[in-house]
């Protein structure tokens, strides 16, 4: 069984030493061939560059020297396969080379190689031939070895081949049968076991019955096994809950590398620039980005190659949004820049905001400085005496007092809306919705019994019906809303109050036939002091305010108005109150 097993050993290292050796040769045979090749080249390169910096460059007497230097042959063609200057034969008795391949690859713009006989020379030669731009024109450096360099070093290659192989075979019949079976065994469990840890399964483990660095190995490699397997699953977990951060995240959140491509993009992000995640996975900035100015920021920030944080106010698709942009780097210590990070904030809302406090102010500046402007004309008359009937003077006093009233009025509204705003000293109650609508409702009867104006009421509400929240804000709204209707109604105008419940809800409608409002002014109806036409306001009265109090009793509420209105038609108001 020994001599059959040796017999099998040899004849098989046998087979394999032939074909290692052929594979060898051949590989090496190659390998010298390309590096060759590659050396041809680089002479090719060395001679362009060596032409492009040279404005005396003489073909045929640079060819020579060149050529002993480099220990090839080289030959110049012009753009019409002329030679016009080579190292080993007279150019005069060439032939044109426009038809040789090698020349036509590089005429294609093309590296040209092929092996051919000379027949100049007579013998076989390794071609090379390289096109390079010269004075506008395409010029074909060609650099050329004889073949037989190849195979003298293929024979010296199989000779030593040979001698190796014999020596090997010796000594590995006599180590190879002795340690076949010891090295095997436990080189197949290994071989088993990294293939079934190779697919993932770390839970798998190598058992291997001896003492010595074989059992290491394996011991080593389980332990190696384990740590892998916890290293993945705890990047798993951290990857795991820091997409479901960033993914929750109000903000637009974008990672980009130094290469300017998407990294990561969350929901909020893809939803503001209207773009799915795999579309955007290693983008290019420039295809993501079609805004010039988000574009601008981030291409800024990369050319500045700067690694300080910056932020930036833009506006996109009709909103507002500030461009948070940071570095990234690889590690702790702030070494290595891999990318940067840029936070997107829809800051629409705070611009609103500030521009209404910024209008809020000067609105209230320019109320309060109105009246107080005509008092104080009015008081500086009859205080130096400038009026001298008493006619005159009851007059002045009357302005002045309706002139206070105004101011008066226009403070209490102001307070009206800030507490309503910030909800304090407010007493939350029952409010009886039937009872206080025909309170309002004969109220402003009372108001308008002497004017042309006519008040039809539809009113289909629960006696017992009750809603929690204050009953003057209650009333306050329904006030507001049908002083509007009456102060901007036409002659001979009508206004229809309807109320009823559907769907745990109460509707209120106040609608009226007059001078309505243009489609414009709808959005901003129920700012701070927003008047449509100021000139009428002037006339009816009014701070200004009105709307802007319904707005926000609503709000507290938890209802919502909407308005609805023709231009010399007529406005609908509906109130919606959750029951």
Request: proline share 1%; net charge negative.
């Amino acid at each position: 069984m020994k001599n059959k097993i040796l017999i099998n050993f040899t004849i098989l290292f046998l087979i394999g030493v032939v074909i290692i050796g052929m594979i060898s040769i051949n590989y090496s045979e190659n390998e010298y061939k390309n590096n060759l090749q590659e050396a041809m080249i680089n002479y090719a390169k060395m001679i362009a560059n060596n032409i492009e910096s040279n404005d005396n460059f003489d073909f045929q007497m640079d060819a020579i020297k060149i050529s002993k230097l480099i220990e090839s042959r080289v030959t110049f063609i012009d753009k019409d396969g002329i030679v016009i200057g080579d190292s080993d034969a007279d150019i005069t008795t060439l032939d044109n080379h426009k038809d040789r391949l090698e020349i036509i690859e590089a005429f294609n713009g093309k590296i040209g190689t092929i092996i051919r006989h000379s027949d100049t020379l007579g013998i076989d030669f390794i071609y090379i031939a390289y096109p390079i731009q010269y004075n506008g024109e395409i010029l074909v450096i060609r650099v050329s070895k004889p073949i037989h360099e190849l195979e003298i070093f293929s024979n010296n290659l199989f000779n030593n081949y040979i001698i190796a192989s014999i020596v090997g075979i010796f000594f590995a019949l006599i180590i190879g049968l002795r340690f076949s079976k010891y090295l095997i065994s436990p080189l197949n469990e290994l071989i088993n076991g990294t293939k079934r840890i190779s697919k993932g399964n770390f839970s798998e483990k190598i058992y291997i019955n001896s003492n010595d660095e074989f059992r290491v190995l394996a011991d080593n490699f389980n332990y190696m096994s384990n740590e892998i397997e916890m290293k993945i699953n705890e990047i798993n977990t951290v990857n795991s809950r820091l997409t479901a951060t960033l993914d929750s995240m109000i903000n637009g959140i974008i990672a980009i590398s130094n290469e300017k491509k998407i990294l990561f993009i969350n929901p909020e992000a893809q939803k503001i620039f209207h773009i799915k995640e795999n579309e955007a996975m290693d983008k290019k900035i420039i295809e993501i980005f079609q805004n010039h100015e988000i574009y601008s920021v981030i291409e800024n920030y990369f050319s500045n190659k700067t690694n300080s944080y910056i932020t930036k106010e833009i506006l996109f698709e009709k909103k507002y949004y500030s461009i948070n942009i940071n570095s990234i780097y690889k590690s702790e210590f702030y070494t290595e820049k891999i990318g940067i990070i840029i936070l997107i904030q829809d800051i629409t809302k705070i611009k609103k905001v500030e521009n209404m406090r910024k209008d809020f102010v000067a609105n209230v500046s320019h109320e309060l400085r109105t009246p107080l402007t005509s008092i104080k004309g009015f008081i500086e008359t009859l205080r130096f005496g400038n009026v001298k009937d008493e006619t005159t003077r009851d007059k002045f006093l009357g302005i002045i007092e309706i002139e206070t009233i105004r101011l008066n009025n226009l403070i209490e509204d102001i307070l009206v809306l800030s507490d309503i705003e910030k909800i304090i000293n407010v007493e939350i109650e029952k409010v009886e919705v039937l009872k206080s609508l025909n309170e309002v409702i004969d109220m402003m009867l009372i108001k308008i019994e002497n004017t042309d104006i006519e008040i039809n009421t539809n009113i289909n509400i629960d006696t017992e019906l009750c809603i929690d929240g204050n009953v003057n804000w209650f009333k306050q709204i329904i006030i507001n809303l049908i002083d509007n209707a009456i102060k901007y109604n036409k002659e001979n105008g009508k206004i229809i109050i309807e109320a009823y419940q559907e769907h745990k809800k109460i509707y209120i409608t106040i609608e009226d036939t007059g001078i309505g409002i243009n489609e414009k002014h709808l959005d901003r109806l129920f700012e701070r002091f927003y008047r449509v036409d100021k000139s009428r306001s002037k006339i009816v009265g009014g701070t200004g305010l009105g709307l802007a109090i319904v707005k926000h009793a609503l709000m507290n509420l938890n209802g919502s108005i909407n308005v609805e209105s023709k231009e010399e038609i007529g406005t609908k108001f509906t109130i919606q109150i959750p029951i």
